[in-house]
């Protein structure tokens, strides 16, 4: 079977169950082994008291992208360790795409990198993440 197809089925799955990326109005761009493409929408009720995104959104973006990618050659994994850089303020209104790229793929780990930028092409944010691959299938 093709390596994207099993992909986009892995991914299709993960988000059937996925409550908080589904609250998030997480939408699928694209979905290739190792790599994910997704966007979504500011609303209110994802600002801080300080009248921009809340953190935790901005990183919940990026760690559902990290998640769709690392996982979708069907092999549960999990997040070791992460870490998130915020370069620009995000706003109600915005949209966010946030693009996870596979630096490595290990028999064990996996290591990506997710860049969020807004709808004017701005980096809004960096996000690194380190995965660890359980050997446990998602789907048969």
Known sequence: MDKNLIANEVVSHIMQKDLFSQ???IEIIEIKEG???IKMTVREEMMNGLGIVHGGIG???SDSA???AC???NNLSVALDTAIN???PVHVG???IAEAKELH???STGLYHINIINQHQHTVAFFKGTCYRTGKKLID
């Open 23 to 25: 609250w998030l109005g």
């Open 35 to 37: 790599y994910s493409k």
């Open 59 to 61: 990183f919940s973006l």
């Open 66 to 68: 990290f998640a769709f």
């Open 71 to 73: 996982n979708n050659r």
């Open 86 to 88: 915020f370069i620009k």
């Open 94 to 96: 915005d949209t966010l």
């Open 105 to 107: 793929n290990g028999r």
